[in-house]
């Protein structure tokens, strides 16, 4: 395979390093007020944990203008006796490269799944520039079970608060569990590890100019490990910190962007997801505990006005995918009040599946069909936290694992939708 990714000066740094048994990448844009707690941590986790292992660090960025790059370069780790960590003489190398191709998140992984492919790299991890909560321990729970146990890929497994990663709960995670039959319960969250196999295999696919390197990376990473049958797991790596968003805040971007990336993989996968039924929980690794989460901000009231408004200006749009059935249910719910309000999980599993649907069959604009998604979705997570403001995290998982189980049941009837409807 021809490296058609790297510029010279990356090469002729990569050819000096030679090879490397672990491979950390770090994509980032204007990060420079993070990204060095990054850096320290992977360094103590490698030394800690894979001390005898040839390791090195790939920073992938997307043109920094804030000194991103060099605080990587000047960042390290001279605390190893707080950790117990003994000298280390395998050397630990840092790779700094700029990116080519589409600018986004996916150009960056394919640089460091090209850099893995010529280091000939068998174990590694990506984590975000921005994590202020990452810890030396996250480097051998996502690097062990590749390196030590045969795995291909290992998702994450965080603690959040029960009203952070919405879109993940109430569609990402029950929709890609119900088709491809795997309970992986973040399958876009961000911190991944991964064989320099499946890494090389990621590079074979005729991607990299699509949308996929611009956004959709996370789902089109798991989703591509799940479906070509690699051994999968998921470790638990407590608390993500990052700047929470609020539910009912604008996210029809990310609601565009990751949605319509699942629905080009169910494209790309029919043949696969159409032969599974049920799902099954995948191996996880790690001690799981309680952490300290940081608040959430929800305004409930500003949520079910967007809902009401939308329900108004686009139900002639959703007339021409959506049952009457579900119409009427949704019509039913603009002059309800705040207390009375519902959204069931029943009624939603149709939503995505008529969604799904209606972009299989090409009814309208793809971007319109998408972006009109957004209030019935900020519909459904008003509802959840209505539900769910005096449940604790369990009880609130709980109810995740019933809508799951509302996606599995239904699928059986979408698929036959999917059949007469022809394909794209």
Excluded at 333 to 356: C, M, N, Q, R, T
Aim: hydrophobic share 40%; proline share 4%.
């Amino acid at each position: 395979m021809r490296n058609v990714t790297l510029h010279e000066a990356i090469e002729q740094r990569v050819r000096q390093v030679q090879t490397a048994d672990i491979l950390v990448g770090v994509p980032s844009y204007n990060n420079a007020g993070t990204i060095a707690h990054v850096v320290r941590a992977v360094q103590a986790g490698l030394r800690k944990y894979f001390p005898d292992m040839r390791a090195v660090l790939v920073n992938s960025d997307g043109g920094s203008t804030d000194g991103t790059t060099q605080v990587v370069q000047d960042t390290t780790f001279d605390d190893s006796h707080s950790l117990f960590i003994s000298y280390q003489e395998t050397p630990f190398f840092k790779i700094t490269a700029p990116y080519c191709g589409i600018p986004g998140k996916g150009s960056a992984f394919r640089t460091i799944f090209e850099i893995a492919r010529v280091l000939d790299a068998k174990a590694c991890a990506v984590v975000d520039a921005d994590l202020r909560s990452i810890t030396p321990e996250w480097v051998e729970l996502l690097i062990k079970p590749v390196l030590h146990q045969g795995f291909d890929y290992v998702a994450p497994l965080y603690q959040r608060h029960k009203y952070d990663g919405t879109i993940t709960n109430s569609i990402i995670y029950p929709l890609t569990r119900a088709l491809y039959g795997k309970k992986v319960r973040q399958p876009i969250g961000g911190d991944f590890g991964f064989s320099g196999v499946l890494a090389q295999f990621y590079l074979t696919k005729d991607v990299w100019e699509t949308d996929v390197a611009r956004y959709g990376i996370d789902i089109w990473m798991t989703t591509t490990a799940i479906a070509n049958g690699f051994t999968l797991g998921q470790a638990y790596l407590g608390a993500k910190i990052h700047d929470p968003k609020d539910p009912g805040s604008d996210l029809s971007d990310m609601l565009y962007q990751v949605v319509g990336a699942t629905f080009d993989l169910m494209e790309t996968y029919a043949d696969k997801w159409s032969l599974v039924n049920g799902s099954e929980g995948v191996s996880t690794f790690g001690f799981r505990y309680g952490v300290g989460l940081e608040p959430v901000s929800v305004n409930v009231e500003r949520m079910l006005e967007r809902f009401r408004f939308g329900v108004n200006e686009l139900l002639p749009l959703w007339e021409l995918f959506l049952s009457s059935r579900s119409l009427d249910r949704l019509q039913s719910l603009v002059g309800i009040s705040k207390e009375a309000f519902h959204l069931s999980d029943e009624l939603w599993v149709e939503i995505v599946y008529g969604f799904a649907l209606a972009f299989h069959r090409r009814l309208i604009n793809t971007q319109h069909l998408l972006r009109s998604l957004t209030p019935l979705y900020i519909g459904k997570t008003a509802s959840f936290v209505l539900e769910t403001w005096e449940n604790g995290p369990d009880e609130v998982e709980r109810k995740i694992e019933i809508l799951c189980q509302c996606f599995e049941e239904q699928k059986n009837s979408f698929m036959k939708g999917w059949m007469e409807g022809g394909s794209r």
